[in-house]
């Protein structure tokens, strides 16, 4: 049986009896019994397969907004339903009519491509031999020997969407998309061939207005899946090793339980305050730029992020949040290289380097990178919630501005208070973005030099 055909009624019946042996915890036995062709059907047949939560739920939904944690099967969620309707599965469709077009969109264009479409869940490994699509990477498409195409679109374009127009989209990690608004409202104007357009939003949650204002939406319909719903198809060790690290705290609660968890109480930053502050562009000319670097103590798996955050000072001495380029488990010469890289993308002052872990090396390690770059070296004398303090008034002032979204930095900001964050980890984003506004517009001011971006 192909993907587009219904299931006989034997199939059917083969169906409910692995669902029931699964239940009994009789699902391995019950496996050795099927004949080759049975099992064909099995491994190719996503309903037998699939947990609740990865299938469509029922009823007249416009947006079904499928979140959960880490390693949920959202991902592979998502291109079973893209190849269900492409290849118009019985099961799915019922009879509606799908004039088979598309769209696919993610945070970046890579995005698309490495997780929605070459992942190890993604659309070309779900599907079989004689029914696979054809990715064209160079039209950013997919093409279905039945001549259903799959256009690939990015949150950073969302002007891209004018004029495309789809039976069904597959949204991936909506939480983290750059211009989500403008690229959401642009989908829904070419959401407008077949009977009943339809999307879906694969997502980790995080309370950013769009996803707050579609969990509100009448035509909304929510799955919800925790990681460890997933726990049979993750690696050995993966949920002891992050439950025990992460059970409990904020970070784990939303990355695991798949929560949407609200602002915290007591930090010096909110979501609200941030949307407020937030836009699309820098000014043409500011007056000086820097890249602040907080350091790891040490390299390797178990270190700490690398903080690096580029801020600029505008001429009406607002201070724009320009960029986040902190890296995770980097050697001193990758996360000095991409600071460097940073300051010359940005035709930057200085580099603002924290020195109290790795004091004189950090600049040698910078020097090694560009001995052309110069380095300000700083030395924090105070705890790090006493040198947010005053950073966290000038936003309440309007004197900073965020460059379109920042969601790593930002999920810092919102989770720090006078404990530190709620994981326990060092804010080592959130320490750049400080040395960084502190060295714009809390130090001695510098001989200005107006450059355009």
């Known amino acids: 049986m192909t993907a587009c055909q219904t299931p006989t009624p034997s199939e059917r019946s083969l169906r409910s009896a692995l669902a029931a042996c699964a239940n009994e915890n009789r699902l391995d036995e019950a496996l050795k019994t099927l004949s080759p062709a049975e099992m064909q059907f099995i491994l190719a047949d996503w309903p037998t397969l699939a947990h609740d939560h990865q299938l469509p739920p029922g009823g007249d939904w416009r947006v079904w907004l499928l979140v959960g944690g880490r390693g949920a099967g959202k991902t592979r969620a998502g291109a079973e339903w893209v190849r269900a309707m492409a290849l118009g599965a019985g099961w799915l469709t019922g009879g509606t009519t799908f004039s088979g077009r598309v769209a696919l969109i993610g945070e970046t264009f890579s995005d698309v491509r490495e997780v929605m479409v070459e992942g190890v869940s993604g659309l070309l490994a779900v599907h079989g031999k004689a029914e696979r699509p054809t990715w064209i990477p160079t039209r950013r498409r997919l093409e279905w020997p039945n001549g259903a195409v799959a256009q690939a679109f990015s949150s950073e374009d969302p002007e891209a969407l004018r004029g495309p127009q789809f039976d069904i989209a597959w949204c991936d990690e909506l939480a983290k998309w750059r211009h989500a608004e403008e690229t959401f409202d642009m989908l829904q104007f070419g959401l407008r061939l077949g009977q009943q357009p339809r999307q879906l939003v694969t997502t980790t949650p995080r309370p950013v207005p769009l996803l707050k204002r579609l969990l509100g939406l009448p035509g909304t319909a929510v799955s919800h899946a925790p990681t460890h719903a997933n726990a049979p198809f993750l690696a050995p060790g993966f949920l002891e090793a992050v439950v025990n690290r992460y059970a ?206």
């Open 248 to 453: 409990g705290t904020r970070l784990g609660r939303q990355e695991l339980d798949g929560e949407l968890i609200e602002d915290r109480p007591d930090a010096l930053w909110s979501r609200d305050r941030l949307e407020q502050i937030r836009i699309d562009t820098a000014p043409a000319e500011l007056t000086r730029i820097v890249i602040a670097i907080d350091p790891p103590a040490s390299s390797g798996r178990k270190s700490d992020a690398c903080g690096i955050v580029a801020a600029g000072l505008g001429e009406d001495g607002v201070a724009y949040v320009l960029a986040d380029r902190s890296m995770h488990r980097a050697k001193p010469s990758d996360w000095a290289a991409a600071a460097v890289g940073l300051w010359h993308g940005l035709d930057g002052d200085c580099l603002v380097a924290e020195v109290n872990q790795g004091g004189e090396m950090v600049a040698e390690v910078i020097a090694g990178a560009d001995p052309g770059v110069p380095v300000k070296q700083v030395r924090a004398s105070r705890g790090k919630f006493s040198r947010a303090e005053p950073v966290a008034m000038l936003y309440d002032q309007s004197r900073i501005r965020h460059v379109g979204a920042l969601p790593d930095l930002e999920d810092e900001m919102v989770d720090f208070g006078p404990s530190g964050l709620s994981n326990g980890r060092s804010p080592d984003r959130l320490d750049a973005l400080v040395w960084a506004i502190s060295e714009l517009m809390l130090g001695p001011r510098a001989e200005p030099r107006v450059r355009r971006l």
